[in-house]
């Protein structure tokens, strides 16, 4: 069993950064795929990055690459998602998940945890 807290949510002006963090609890965490994805309003949850059990391999929607990074640190049970150049389109709940896979993932049902999410809000 996992459970996954996200934080460091908020407004921010176009143009800014964020780092989000997710933090994990379980001893297994290292041997977990983790991901990140939003939702925006009306709008379905989609994927916005994902990072293999050992850091080593990480991908990223269209959308955000270039800008946006994930990192984990299995020492602190965390997975961050670090996000600059922010748009007024970045605007969303994020979420933090974990997939039992040792494999990089973008594919939602691949996840077997979830957090509550975080909102990110981007000002024009």
């Known amino acids: 069993q996992v459970q996954l807290v996200e934080s460091g949510g908020g407004l921010v002006q176009a143009g800014g950064s964020l780092r989000l963090s997710c933090a994990a609890s379980g001893r297994a965490f290292s041997r977990y795929a983790m991901g990140w994805f939003r939702q925006a309003p009306g709008k379905v949850r989609e994927f916005v990055a994902a990072i293999n059990w050992s850091g080593g391999s990480t991908y990223y929607a269209d959308s955000v690459k270039g800008r946006f990074t994930i990192s984990r640190v299995s020492a602190r049970n965390t997975v961050y998602l670090q996000m600059n150049s922010l748009k007024p389109e970045d605007t969303a709940v994020y979420y933090c998940?974990?997939?039992?896979?040792?494999?990089?993932?973008?594919?939602?049902?691949?996840?077997?945890?979830w957090g509550q999410g975080t909102q990110v809000t981007v000002s024009s």
């Open positions: 998940a974990a997939a039992r896979t040792t494999s990089v993932t973008s594919t939602q049902e691949d996840y077997d945890y």
